[in-house]
């Protein structure tokens, strides 16, 4: 078993630790505070090849391998988890499920400009009665010649508004046939796609979220993703490299948390001392450190089977998104606690880590829905 990175992902880690410090850490406290879409931050990052990390160059890709890939993510959301999960949900859940299900034709028109960060991604799962129930879909969509027309209600939508490529998953068969899902390309300008809402987030406020509304939205039958009926698969495929995704932004968001802790702690006099030198600090650092390189290391290993093409990459990437997020917001909770009264002010970025964990918990599938794939693979022995 062998610990160490290969090259290319030690430069891949140290050209993004080196552009996040510069362009992306400095202005993460005023984006949050204004909800402002970072597109400037965006276009620096597809600069370095980071809007198609995990796509191959033929495509238009980085072509880096999925544990770069978590690498590179981990570092964005050491500084700012808006950033971070504007560039997985592109390359996680619109750029991959194209390179995996996509014609050559589609993969040549929306793959290569997604890819090269020319245009942005969106992935339309839930719906307003469908969050972690992904499959009580109500979005459907009826062949009309040589189209369908699709109409309902996506909720929860990153960059919704902002994106250009939708993955839109849509109910197609007849109503006693509803697990007939579809996965579709959209076109982010297509008569009858608008933002119906926007939503006011506690966290991740640079990331736009919103409701997108799907009203006789006519998409070209030559948009099917994946073949018709084939949806669950493209989405549940998808979801693999989403949840290894959020593993990295959650072990990201938990390195960012224990480096403000550690430096506050140095800095901060109590007693005639630092605070560093109370065994009550002490051990909060070491449990957070632990736990934090503990998310990282199950984050790397489910993306290195991700890479091997390992059967059990669904089993340990739900493992890592479960371990990673729940660290994430214990870390952050502690973090805050040792600075005090002052990690409860947004003076202090601790303030906003705290509350851009506690998403993590939520979206890619809950807790409780990782559990359940985690327990259902332990079950069948």
């Not at 410090?21 to 597109?39: K, L, M, N, T, V």
């Not at 276009?43 to 980071?50: F, N, P, S, V």
């Not at 890709?61 to 950033?83: M, N, P």
């Not at 799962?125 to 969050?131: D, K, R, V």
Request: include cysteine; charged fraction near 25%; aromatic fraction near 8%.
């Amino acid at each position: 078993m062998d610990f160490e990175l290969t090259e290319e992902q030690r430069m891949v880690q140290a050209s993004v630790r080196e552009f996040v410090a510069g362009e992306i850490a400095p202005r993460a406290h005023e984006y949050d505070e204004q909800s402002r879409f970072p597109r400037e931050q965006l276009k620096g990052l597809a600069e370095l090849g980071l809007m198609g990390m995990i796509i191959p160059e033929e495509w238009g890709g980085a072509g880096f391998d999925t544990v770069a890939y978590a690498l590179a993510l981990e570092e964005i959301a050491r500084a700012d988890a808006s950033v971070c999960v504007i560039v997985g949900v592109t390359n996680s859940v619109c750029c991959y499920p194209i390179l995996s299900f996509g014609t050559d034709d589609q993969k040549r028109k929306y793959l290569v400009p997604l890819a090269r960060g020319e245009t942005l991604g969106a992935f339309c799962l839930s719906e307003p009665q469908a969050g972690s129930d992904a499959t009580n879909l109500r979005t459907r969509a009826v062949r009309d010649g040589d189209s369908y027309v699709i109409n309902g209600t996506k909720s929860w939508v990153t960059s919704g508004g902002e994106a250009h490529t939708y993955i839109v998953m849509a109910v197609t068969g007849r109503d006693e046939e509803k697990s007939k899902v579809t996965a579709f390309i959209v076109e982010g300008d297509t008569p009858g796609l608008t933002v119906s809402s926007i939503e006011h987030k506690m966290g991740q406020r640079a990331s736009q979220t919103a409701e997108m509304s799907f009203a006789d939205v006519r998409v070209p039958a030559e948009n099917v993703l994946g073949g018709e009926g084939n949806g669950k698969r493209v989405a549940f495929n998808s979801l693999d490299n989403g949840r290894i995704g959020i593993g990295a932004l959650s072990t990201g968001i938990a390195q960012g948390a224990l480096d403000e802790a550690t430096k506050y702690a140095k800095e901060r006099q109590a007693f005639g001392q630092s605070i560093a030198e109370f065994q009550a600090i002490q051990f909060k650092l070491a449990n957070m450190a632990t736990e934090t390189d503990a998310s990282r290391l199950l984050t790397l290993r489910a993306a290195a089977m991700k890479d091997t093409g390992h059967k059990q990459v669904g089993f340990c990437a739900a493992m890592a998104k479960l371990f990673a997020s729940e660290t994430a917001n214990r870390v952050c909770a502690d973090a805050v606690q040792i600075h005090g009264g002052n990690g409860y002010s947004r003076d202090y970025p601790v303030e906003r880590m705290y509350r851009d964990a506690r998403v993590t918990t939520i979206y890619e599938g809950t807790s409780e829905i990782q559990r359940i794939v985690i327990s259902r693979e332990i079950l069948k022995g």
